[in-house]
């Protein structure tokens, strides 16, 4: 495992995670704006009225990510909402199967929405491979986040993702029907434009993989405390029933 990253790049983690979120109504509100309930299939007031119950009278934020379930805003639907600048996200064109990437070991709630509290870019964990860092993740009490998590993040928050700082999003994978995993691995960075991306595509978000073995020095590893969904008294309708109005 790579030695302690220098005091530089902890702060630099740090400070990816200190700067607020907006409060859940102003979180909901830019989701509605970018389309996401229509691609979702869940009403608009339903995205607000969940905001307002987790975020109470103060609005909450802060530290706390409003999320979609993968299952009705799945990674290919919600990468090109990205934006960095004036270039659109765009999934690499070798990783087709995208939304097969599905949550491993993470306890996701059974809801439509949630919040994902303490998201952080993981700069601290630069130049350590995926092997690597999930034990020193767990360790920390956290959680790797979700590919689909990260996007949602950067649709908040677009100046999160910076050049030479940006993430993978290990807690999802997929699995080959023989039961392994696959070696490649979510992250999300921003495209040179060179390649199978294209030049247009220079400087636009990107939603690649990189190999589960390998290390690079422009990639943390994104992570939060937890995640959670409404109380069992909560009045909200399930995800099926939200899906179902989608067909």
């Not at 247009?200 to 995640?227: Q, Y």
Request: aromatic share 6%; net charge negative; glycine share 10%.
């Amino acid at each position: 495992m790579p030695e302690n990253v220098s005091a530089a790049a902890s702060d630099a983690s740090s400070a990816s995670a200190a700067v607020p979120l907006p409060s859940l109504a102003a979180q909901a509100e830019r989701l509605i704006e970018l389309g996401v309930p229509e691609l979702a299939g869940i009403p608009a007031d339903r995205l607000r009225a969940y905001a307002a119950t987790v975020g109470g009278d103060g609005g909450a934020g802060g530290d706390l990510l409003l999320a979609v379930h993968p299952d009705l805003a799945p990674a290919s639907v919600l990468a090109p909402l990205l934006r960095h600048g004036d270039k659109p996200g765009f999934v690499v064109t070798d990783m087709a199967d995208v939304d097969r990437f599905t949550p491993d070991g993470i306890d996701l709630p059974d809801a439509p929405l949630y919040v994902v509290a303490g998201p952080d870019r993981g700069d601290r964990m630069a130049n350590w491979s995926p092997e690597e860092a999930l034990p020193a993740l767990h360790k920390e009490d956290r959680t790797p986040l979700l590919l689909t998590e990260g996007i949602h993040w950067l649709l908040q928050q677009p100046s999160v993702l910076e050049r030479n700082r940006c993430f993978m999003t290990i807690g999802s994978r997929l699995r080959k029907p023989n039961g392994s995993f696959d070696a490649r691995t979510p992250a999300i960075w921003i495209s040179n434009g060179t390649g199978r991306d294209g030049r247009e595509r220079r400087n636009a978000p990107k939603v690649g993989w990189c190999w589960w073995n390998n290390r690079h020095t422009w990639l943390g590893f994104a992570s939060a405390t937890g995640r959670r969904g409404l109380s069992d008294t909560d009045s909200q309708p399930s995800a099926m029933t939200w899906n179902e109005d989608k067909n």
